[in-house]
T-cell receptor, first 116, second 114 residues
């Protein structure tokens, strides 16, 4: 069984500051890991995903995430926050075999606010 | 290009009333289709998915049902809404297989059952 824990339902940073959104997962099999973003009044969009290979994954809009198996973590980071990054971010996991990508387990989401 | 339409954006319904949320996809054929729900304080939860017309799989037993009358149409229904049905409902579709599979979401429906 898989599960996802996102620490902090609300994170606030200043413009230009580091963004760090935490995600820990549990999975009995090698996981595929995802970060999705939802901007106000829009659907979820895929930011980045880890499937195999390099553990540091780069996504859109300057975000990246590192898969750390020993820590069962997949934290999302961005060196310098921009006002347009204000959104809700969801971490998700699914097993690396079996089923379709839609069979994702999502975290509760973290709402990111960016202060000027 | 492919687009997904989900409506309405917000809905307020009394307890015991019926529900019908519609989702349509354009620009692709034979997509996998999904309904998710996010209840207050919880993560997104997969409710139903469909790999073809008339084929519906339910992930969680509940007061809701889904139907796929056409290839690119996915409908979420209830005969009698409960308070616990309140939440944010997202439709999604996917294309491709394995590592190439991509998932696309609609903009969601905020349902309040009063």
């Amino acid at each position: 069984a898989q599960s996802v824990t996102q620490l902090g339902s609300h994170v606030s940073v200043s413009e230009g500051a580091l963004v760090l959104l935490r995600c820990n997962y549990s999975s009995s099999v090698p996981p595929y890991l995802f970060w999705y973003v939802q901007y106000p009044n829009q659907g979820l969009q895929l930011l980045l995903k880890y499937t195999t290979g390099a553990t540091l994954v780069k996504g859109i809009n300057g975000f990246e995430a590192e898969f750390k198996k020993s820590e069962t973590s997949f934290h999302l980071t961005k060196p310098s926050a921009h006002m347009s990054d204000a959104a809700e971010y969801f971490c998700a996991v699914r097993p690396s075999y079996g089923g379709s990508q839609g069979n994702l387990i999502f975290g509760k989401g973290t709402k990111l606010s960016v202060k000027p | 290009s492919q687009t997904i339409h989900q409506w309405p954006a917000t809905l307020v319904q009394p307890v015991g009333s019926p529900l019908s949320l519609e989702c349509t996809v354009e620009g692709t054929s034979n997509p996998n289709l999904y309904w998710y729900r996010q209840a207050a304080g919880r993560g997104l939860q997969l409710l139903f998915y469909s790999v073809g017309i008339g084929q519906i799989s339910s992930e969680v037993p509940q007061n809701l049902s889904a139907s796929r009358p056409q290839d690119r149409q996915f409908i979420l229904s209830s005969k009698k809404l409960l308070l616990s049905d309140s939440g944010f409902y997202l439709c999604a579709w996917s294309v491709g297989t394995g590592l190439n599979e991509k998932l696309f979401f609609g903009s969601g429906t905020q349902l309040s059952v009063l």
